[in-house]
């Protein structure tokens, strides 16, 4: 292993802490894995039926079915590709019901952006006056959006892509339906025998591209800024340092905040604070972790509750390693298999907070129900005040350093420091005072550096 094993000092001490006490991690594990095949790093390999593995090499320029190398290589990022989108739009439904559950008045969240909810609304013809039957049309519209027919043009991309890109993409025939089946014609596709023509294959990948944005990420976007609200820019505190140990600490991990947003209401209430201090903490804190700690940290302000993120996923281990964390609830994406056996010697519950989630070694589940978030939030509470009564006294490993950062660049922000329009930024463009502008895509490996 090299001496630091990330560019952030937390990470570093913290892995020091894992090694000495011998715990798995996942800059050991990376390190263990050795050499990578050369064949999988390009998609030359293929495993998918039971006369394989192949593999595509200059002896063998086809695998036992026939397939090409360009087939093979286009099959397995397709493959990539349908897991995505899957994911995707299993959160996008969860945020249709739960907009469906809250403006039924039945979850403690609330319309905090209407006009959101009303482009929404236009989108998908909705013409209702009272806001929260509004929410509830909306809602059961995404839902009804994501089973549109294969063959049947998204309602999302007619209203919403450029008429160039919607000729185009009719012109090439991928222009996609609703994301379900859209998903179903790839899944059935994949299968061996069924498509190993790339461009065929290609298309396919492009299609479930377009229908993940827009009727997907568009929806799931839009509907979490119509509840939580849409970020404004703020100062916010991130790194390990955050987490202190003489505190209760719950931490929502992966993609859906709606626990996490749950979980911040219902600290706030005094009474809540109150039982933790009298198990002897300084008070109750929530602490975001993850793609969910961002959801949290761009909507709300640091405070007594909320102080902020941890880290990406390959800082979760060593968030736990601070046996400071009482409940790390795990909603859809990113908790590492390793962390039951972390989390035990740790002094950590782990909670797994969506019915997705699999991880072994999990203590407790409260997979989310909208309509029964308030009370979930609370069952969380309790179980953290509660191990935190059994942790209180034993070893922790806190780190010091913390880092301010600015959070909220929401497009509507963005626009807002323009002036209302792109033409500063484009003029800048123009002009050469900006070369190019960067959009930094898919989650940090240990593979593109430390």
Same mark, same amino acid.
């Given at each position: 292993m090299p001496e630091t094993v990330s560019l952030h000092q937390t990470v570093n001490q913290q892995y020091d802490v894992m090694a000495a006490d011998e715990a798995t991690n996942v800059a050991d594990r990376y390190d263990a894995q050795g050499k990578r095949c050369p064949f999988c790093e390009q998609g030359l390999r293929c495993s998918l039926c039971s006369q394989g593995p192949c593999r595509i090499t200059p002896k063998a320029p086809r695998g036992v079915c026939g397939i090409d190398g360009a087939g093979m290589v286009m099959r397995n990022m397709m493959h990539l590709n349908q897991m995505g989108l899957a994911a995707y739009a299993h959160h996008a439904t969860?945020?249709? !019901?739960?907009?469906?559950?809250?403006?039924?008045? !039945?979850?403690?969240? @609330? =319309?905090a952006d209407e006009a959101k909810l009303d482009m929404l609304a236009a989108v998908l013809d909705i013409d209702e006056p009272d806001v929260n039957a509004r929410a509830v049309a909306v809602g059961k519209g995404i839902l009804a959006s994501m089973a549109q027919p294969f063959e049947e043009e998204s309602i999302w991309v007619r209203k919403l892509a450029p008429e160039s890109r919607q000729k185009l993409w009719r012109e090439l025939g991928i222009f996609p339906g609703g994301p379900l089946f859209v998903l179903q014609d790839a899944?059935?596709? @994949?299968?061996?025998? =069924?498509? @190993?023509?790339?461009? #065929?294959?290609?298309?396919? #990948?492009?299609?479930m591209g377009i229908s993940t944005f827009y009727a997907v990420q568009v929806p799931l976007e839009m509907g979490q800024d119509a509840i939580f609200g849409t970020p404004t820019p703020h100062t916010a505190?991130?790194?390990?340092?955050?987490?202190?140990?003489?505190?209760?600490? =719950?931490?929502?991990? @992966?993609h859906e905040p709606f626990i996490g947003f749950a979980l911040v209401q219902a600290a706030e209430s005094e009474e809540v604070q109150q039982r933790a201090k009298a198990a002897g903490a300084k008070g109750l804190r929530i602490v975001g972790s993850i793609e969910t700690g961002q959801e949290m940290m761009q909507r709300l302000s640091e405070s007594e509750v909320f102080v902020g993120l941890t880290g990406n996923w390959i800082s979760e281990e060593y968030a736990i390693a601070t046996g400071a964390i009482d409940v790390f609830a795990m909603d859809m994406n990113c908790s590492v298999p390793s962390l039951g056996e972390i989390a035990d010697r740790y002094n950590t519950k782990l909670v797994a907070v969506s019915e997705l989630i699999g991880v072994p070694g999990t203590h407790e589940r409260v997979d989310y129900v909208p309509e029964k978030a308030a009370e979930q939030a609370q069952q969380l509470i309790d179980m953290a005040i509660a191990n935190f009564s059994e942790r209180k006294g034993k070893?922790?490993?806190p780190v010091q350093r913390r880092q301010e950062i600015m959070t909220g660049f929401s497009t509507e922000a963005v626009l807002s420091a323009l002036g209302g329009t792109l033409e500063p930024l484009l003029d800048a463009v123009k002009g050469g005072a900006i070369r190019g502008i960067v959009a930094m895509v898919s989650c940090t490996t240990l593979k593109n550096g430390p």
């Open positions: 969860e945020v249709a !019901k739960t907009l469906i559950a809250t403006g039924e008045g !039945k979850t403690p969240f @609330g =319309i899944v059935a596709r @994949g299968m061996t025998n =069924i498509d @190993g023509d790339y461009v #065929s294959l290609a298309k396919t #990948s492009l299609r505190q991130v790194d390990l340092g955050i987490l202190d140990p003489d505190y209760v600490n =719950i931490v929502p991990n @992966g070893e922790t490993n």
